[in-house]
């Protein structure tokens, strides 16, 4: 199965408040600690290699 | 500084060769009496091959090197046996422990696998091994170990390589029909032929300090990333024979070798790691830088390169000496049946197809974890950090720390000497890989597999009627369940996965080269030409 390019997020601006509400207070480098955090607990989520690199490949 | 061990200073003796001046040709000659030599001499003389080993020193390895010595290693040194005093000497372990600041992330268990004659792991100090080598080859008749011996040029012709030796007594003339470089990560043959030898250098210095405690520490692997007595680096605590203890403390690129190898600096160090009021004295200290790289080719004409000469990789994980050591498995056999002229000069060129995969293999290894214990950039140091802070937390974070991925076997999964698989096949057995060890019992006597293979191939039959298979000088050893050996915990079957009866032709390295559900001798010897690289003899 391929990385889902489609909308698939529950609730997109509920979503979008609860990432910028988790960082409001943050500085630059708090936040990009988060990020990483982050990245690693959704990658998790994805868990096939092949869809992984789709997703690193579309984000740079 | 203190010495729990006493090194041995072997005799130089001139050789008849030297004091007659007529340069003799020897089929075999290795330079360098390092594990990898001393390895090599002992297989080669065990596959009926004379040899002559040249060191240019007279000693054991000073100082503290190679550490971790892992399973396949020891099996091959058990099948040349000398495993059992390192056995004996060594220290076994099999508890990890990662550490990020002052906070235990987790720990691993090698879990190794019941029903193996051999442990996962054992710490040794180096020259404990080579001493019990050297003590094995001097017993040799076969072996012509000769110290004080450099080999100062060397010259290729088609049948043999003319070298130039360097003695105590001056230079002589030497040929040798084949000759195997064992001379470390800085070898000279490798220069002496213009081979190039390509990879990263790691902008990174370690400092090594063994020291010698009887503190109640426990036997495991300790391992820091950026602790608070060592902060923004790496280290390493682990338990080598005689209650040394070997650390390691990465430095950064900006530091002073010369200043952080002095007693005053390192006593703050090793303190601040174990304790105030932990006595310890030190033994041994030393600054290295590491490299992964590897020659672009294991054969020159008649010149073989093997272990660190070959390929170099960082320390995590213990893939240098293990992954020698395996080379010289791989290459003995071979070098031995070209020289009898039992298999074409080409199967030497399956020595670089397999180990210079198994070198990559490691290479990718041991610069993922370098990248991982030292990042390159913030980033990844970043990304580095959030791991070990998950780790703590949640389970899944576990596998993604990296502080070196512990040597094992690389299968030759692509191998030209492999037969393909047919059919369907469960567990880790394929061609390419190493036969795995079992419990097994003859005549109501416990004992292992691996001790009943052949030194040449094998044909192990588990509940397939098979009759003699004549492949000339390569005609295997027959071995039956039932008939020869029993499987009394069902162990071989499980790993074999012969529920339904399985054949496997195995290697006189005891790697698996083909394997099949029912008998047919002319696919065993097929598969016996295919692995040999032509026909039968």
């Known amino acids: 199965m391929s990385l889902i390019l489609t909308p698939n997020i529950e609730s997109p601006d509920d979503f979008y408040e609860v990432l910028t509400e988790a960082q409001r207070e943050m500085t630059d480098e708090q936040a990009n600690d988060m990020n990483a955090r982050l990245v690693l607990i959704l990658a998790n989520q994805i868990g096939s290699l092949s869809r992984l690199k789709e997703a690193v490949a579309l984000s740079q | ?537």
């Not at chain 2, 040899?51 to 091959?76: H, M, Q, W």
């Not at chain 2, 076994?92 to 906070?103: A, T, Y």
């Not at chain 2, 080598?133 to 088609?158: F, G, T, Y």
């Not at chain 2, 094992?408 to 394929?430: C, E, F, H, I, K």
């Open chain 2, 1 to 537: 500084m203190l010495n729990t061990y006493d090194f041995p200073e072997f005799d130089y003796v001139q050789s008849d060769e030297q004091v007659s001046g007529t340069a003799a040709r020897h089929s075999v000659v290795i330079v360098g009496a390092g594990p990898m030599g001393l390895t090599a001499a002992l297989d080669f003389a065990a596959r009926g091959l004379k040899v002559v080993v040249l060191d240019d020193n007279n000693t054991v390895s000073v100082g503290s090197r190679a550490v971790c010595y892992a399973k396949r290693p020891l099996e091959i040194w058990d099948r040349l046996g000398v495993a059992q005093k390192m056995l004996d000497k060594g220290i076994e372990w099999k508890l990890g422990r990662v550490f990020f600041r002052d906070q235990e992330v987790y720990q691993f268990d090698l879990l190794p696998e019941d029903g193996h004659k051999i442990p996962a792991f054992i710490n040794l100090q180096q020259y404990y091994l080579e001493e019990y080598m050297v003590e094995a080859c001097n017993q040799h008749p076969s072996i012509d170990l000769r110290w004080k011996h450099k080999v100062v040029s060397l010259n290729q012709h088609d049948d043999h390589v003319e070298l130039a030796v360097e003695t105590p007594d001056g230079i002589f003339q030497m040929e040798a029909e084949w000759l195997l470089a064992c001379d470390g990560a800085n070898s000279d043959t490798r220069r002496m032929v213009g081979a190039d030898f390509t990879g990263h250098f790691f902008q990174d210095r370690f400092l090594i300090a063994d020291i010698v405690m009887k503190a109640d520490f426990p036997t495991e692997r300790w391992f820091w990333f950026d602790p608070d007595f060592h902060r923004g680096q790496s280290a390493l605590l682990h338990k080598q024979s005689d209650d040394v203890w070997r650390l390691d403390f990465q430095l950064g690129w900006d530091c002073d070798p010369e200043v952080e190898k002095r007693p005053e600096n390192i006593i703050p160090r090793v303190k601040a790691m174990i304790g105030e009021d932990v006595d310890f004295e030190l033994e041994w200290a030393s600054v290295y830088q590491f490299a992964c790289r590897r020659i672009d080719d294991f054969r020159f004409g008649r010149v073989l390169f093997a272990g660190d000469a070959a390929h170099q990789v960082s320390p995590f994980g213990a893939r240098g000496a293990n992954t020698g050591v395996q080379d010289i498995d791989n290459l003995s056999w071979k070098l031995a049946a070209v020289i009898r002229g039992e298999a074409p000069v080409a199967l030497l060129d399956t020595y670089n197809t397999e180990r210079a995969f198994a070198a990559d293999d490691n290479l990718m290894n041991s610069t993922r974890s370098t990248d991982f214990i030292t990042p390159k950039n913030s980033a990844s140091k970043r990304f580095r950090n959030a791991v070990l802070d998950l780790a703590k937390k949640a389970k899944f974070a576990q596998p993604l720390v990296n502080s070196g991925r512990l040597s094992t076997p690389t299968p030759y999964v692509d191998s030209p000497l492999n037969t393909d698989d047919a059919g369907d096949w469960a567990g880790q057995m394929r061609p390419g890989t190493c036969a795995a060890d079992a419990p097994i019992s003859k005549g109501g006597k416990p004992g292992w597999l691996l001790e009943e293979l052949s030194d040449g191939f094998s044909l192990l039959a588990l509940g397939v009627d098979v009759v003699p298979v004549d492949a000339g000088v390569f005609t295997p050893k027959l071995l039956s369940l039932g008939k020869d050996f029993e499987d009394d915990e069902g162990l071989i079957s499980q790993r074999y996965d012969a529920s339904e009866g399985a054949l496997y032709l195995i290697r006189p390295d005891q790697h698996i080269a083909a394997r099949w559900r029912s008998f047919d001798a002319g696919a065993v010897k097929a598969a016996i030409s295919k692995a040999t690289g032509g026909p039968n003899k």
